[in-house]
């Protein structure tokens, strides 16, 4: 299976720890600019068959919406959520399409880090940092005797 995980290109600042106003917040120019450079390298190498899950935010949305594909809005991938929300709703690791989740730190870090050092409770992990706009592209891939997560590649929309 693979695994994209997508944060969110820059935002507003957030002025106000009110999660009404955190969902609210958009994205900046160069937010839009990131969401936009991001769009096109991954609609060059995203397979038709991925399943796009977004965070309620709408700075998730308008990431989100750069691609033009259809994505399914997800609560459980909001600022609130949790890697092993994020993990049961993406499908891991039994999933045969790829799934793009476009999302928040610091889950993304923490299931990015729990995958890679083989953690099974991907909420004890560390976060790893995740740039607004970047991609991780995670695989797992099936072993004799067992399984290994591969990280195919990662992008910053600065960067391409």
Do not use: Y
Not at 3 to 25: F, K, P, Y
Not at 137 to 155: I, N, S
């Amino acid at each position: 299976m693979d695994l994209i995980l997508w944060r969110h290109a820059e935002a507003v600042d957030q002025a106000d720890e009110d999660l009404g106003v955190d969902l609210a917040r958009a994205l900046t120019p160069k937010g839009h600019k990131q969401a936009a450079r991001m769009a096109e390298w991954l609609n060059r190498v995203l397979p038709d068959s991925a399943r796009v899950l977004v965070s309620p935010a709408l700075r998730c949305q308008q990431t989100a919406q750069a691609l033009q594909r259809k994505f399914q809005t997800r609560e459980e991938l909001g600022p609130r959520g949790g890697p092993a929300e994020l993990l049961r709703v993406a499908g891991w690791p039994n999933k045969r399409a790829p799934v793009l989740v476009v999302g928040h730190q610091p889950t993304l870090g923490q299931v990015a880090a729990a995958l890679m050092v083989g953690q099974d409770d991907a909420g004890a992990a560390p976060s790893w940092a995740v740039r607004k706009g970047a991609v991780w592209w995670l695989r797992r891939r099936d072993r004799e005797g067992g399984h290994e997560v591969v990280l195919m590649t990662v992008r910053a929309a600065d960067r391409l």
